[in-house]
C-alpha cells in the first residue's frame, strides 16, 4: 500500500468533499486566521463557563428558597460545565499548536472539534427541554433566549473553526520549504525539502 497518511484514509472513507480553505475569512492568511479564531473560541469558551453558571446558582438560591432541588438539572449543568472546561482547555492547547505548526496537535484538536460538536448539541438539547419542562418563572425566559443565543454563536464558530483547522492539518502536512542554495562557484540550485 502507498505511504497515505491518516488523514487521507478518513477523507477517502467518509467521501466528504469539504473546501480546503486558503485563507480565513477570505482575506487572512490560514494560519494568522487559524490563530484569530482561535483566541476567539477561547473567549466564546469563557463565555459559555459563564452562561452555564447561571443555571448553577439559580439551583442555590432554589435550594435556599424552597429546600430542594432538581438533582437532573444539577447533573446537567455540572457535565455542561465539565464539557465547556475541557474545550476551554483544548483551545489552548489549539493555539499553542497553531504558534508552533504542530499538525499532529492541530489534527487531534480536529477530531476533538467534532466530538464536542455532539457533545455541546446533545447538552443543549438536553438544556432547552429541561428548561421547557420548567417553565413556571418568569426569568426562564430569558435564560432560555441567551443560552440559546450564546449556542447558537458558537456553534456556527466552532462549524468555521473545524473547516479552519482542517484546512490548517491538511496545508501543515503538505506544507513544503524552499531552501534556495547559492554557491558562487556554481549556477543557483533550488532544494525542496519535505
Not at 480546503?20 to 477561547?42: A, E, N, T, V
Not at 453558571?53 to 435550594?63: G, K, N, Q, S, T
Request: contains cysteine.
Amino acid at each position: 500500500m502507498e505511504n497515505v497518511s491518516r488523514y487521507e484514509l478518513l477523507r477517502n472513507k467518509f467521501r466528504c468533499q469539504c473546501p480546503y480553505l486558503q485563507k480565513c475569512c477570505c482575506c487572512i492568511p490560514l494560519r494568522m486566521g487559524l490563530l484569530f479564531c482561535g483566541y476567539l473560541k477561547l473567549v466564546s469558551a469563557v463565555v459559555l463557563i459563564g452562561t452555564a453558571f447561571m443555571p448553577l446558582a439559580w439551583m442555590v438560591v432554589m435550594l435556599k428558597m424552597e429546600n430542594g432541588f432538581d438533582v437532573v438539572t444539577l447533573l446537567i449543568v455540572i457535565l455542561s460545565i465539565a464539557v465547556l472546561v475541557t474545550d476551554l482547555v483544548f483551545s489552548i492547547v489549539f493555539i499553542v499548536s497553531a504558534h508552533k505548526k504542530s499538525r499532529k496537535a492541530m489534527q487531534a484538536y480536529y477530531y476533538y472539534m467534532i466530538g464536542l460538536l455532539v457533545a455541546l448539541t446533545i447538552l443543549f438539547v438536553l438544556f432547552i427541554i429541561l428548561f421547557m419542562v420548567s417553565l413556571n418563572h418568569w426569568y426562564d425566559n430569558d435564560l432560555i433566549i441567551s443560552t440559546s443565543v450564546v449556542y447558537i454563536l458558537d456553534t456556527s464558530l466552532h462549524c468555521y473553526l473545524t473547516m479552519l483547522v482542517r484546512s490548517g492539518v491538511y496545508k501543515f502536512e503538505n506544507d513544503f520549504n524552499f531552501r534556495y542554495i547559492r554557491n558562487i562557484d556554481v549556477d543557483p540550485v533550488c532544494v525542496m525539502e519535505s
